[in-house]
Every structure is written in structure tokens, then in C-alpha cells.
């Protein structure tokens, strides 16, 4: 079992892929689909109240419509679902970054600084994993 830290009133960067919150949206029979992130990763910085807002997008009703094809080619608003139920999933997925692996400041000579970035490259192992899942679920008449 993991230790729980907890953050108040720190400043945190985080590294993540795009989008930092994604969503999957599954019907009652099973089907789902995600829209694709792309493999860069990024960082954000967030600090205390600040707030990210994520609506789930056309392009997400889109991708779950082009899984049922059917419906896409009868639909006169394909962004929009046939009736059923169905659960949206947002997930944030995320590494909280070590606050060792600052920049190396300029009083640095460049032996200081690979050896810096060798342990730079170590410490990543120690970065804090986390992910956060809320779903909702919903019917479409």
C-alpha cells in the first residue's frame, strides 16, 4: 500500500499528457471510447485555488459515434447521442514533479550540472504517481 502525502497550500508542477483530464464515454451495452492523447509530455504549474476546467468536447461524442457507424450515418446531429444510458468517465492522470529537479543555476560549472542531470534522471523514479477518476452516469431519452 502507498503513503498518502497531502498538498495544502504548495505550489504544484505536474507532468502530463494532453489533455491533463480525458474522458470515456461507455453505453449501458459496454461500448466506449476515448478520444486519443498524443505522447508528448507536459508541464503545469498550479498553485493554491487555481482551477482547470475540461468540458467534455463534440470531438468526444464524435469518436464514440464513429464506433457505432450506423447511427453516425443516420444522425442528423452526429455530436449528439441516441437515446440510452451511458457513463462518462473523466480521468486525470498526472506525476507530480520532484521539487529536486529544479534548473541548475549559473554558478554552476558543466561537471556540477551532468552530475545534476544524472541525478536528475534518477530522482524521476521518485516522482509521485496519481490519478483521479469520477464517473457519471446518465440517460439520454
Do not use: C, W
Not at 449501458?28 to 475540461?54: I, M, Q, T, W
Not at 468517465?89 to 554552476?108: C, F, I, K, M, W
Not at 542531470?117 to 534518477?122: F, I
Amino acid at each position: 500500500m502507498g503513503h498518502a502525502r497531502e498538498y495544502r497550500g504548495q505550489t504544484l508542477a505536474l507532468l502530463h499528457g494532453s489533455p491533463l483530464i480525458a474522458y470515456t464515454l461507455t453505453d449501458a451495452e459496454g461500448l466506449s471510447s476515448r478520444l486519443l492523447s498524443d505522447y508528448a509530455l507536459y508541464r503545469s504549474v498550479y498553485k493554491p485555488g487555481d482551477e482547470l476546467s475540461a468540458p467534455l468536447e463534440t470531438a468526444d461524442l464524435l469518436q464514440y459515434n464513429l464506433a457505432i457507424r450506423d447511427y453516425l450515418l443516420e444522425a442528423v446531429r452526429p455530436s449528439t447521442l441516441p437515446p440510452g444510458t451511458y457513463t462518462v468517465t473523466a480521468t486525470a492522470d498526472y506525476r507530480l514533479e520532484d521539487e529536486r529537479q529544479e534548473a541548475a543555476g549559473p554558478e554552476e560549472d558543466a561537471r556540477e550540472a551532468a552530475g545534476r542531470a544524472t541525478d536528475r534522471h534518477s530522482a524521476a523514479g521518485r516522482e509521485t504517481a496519481a490519478a483521479l477518476e469520477v464517473s457519471l452516469t446518465f440517460t439520454v431519452r
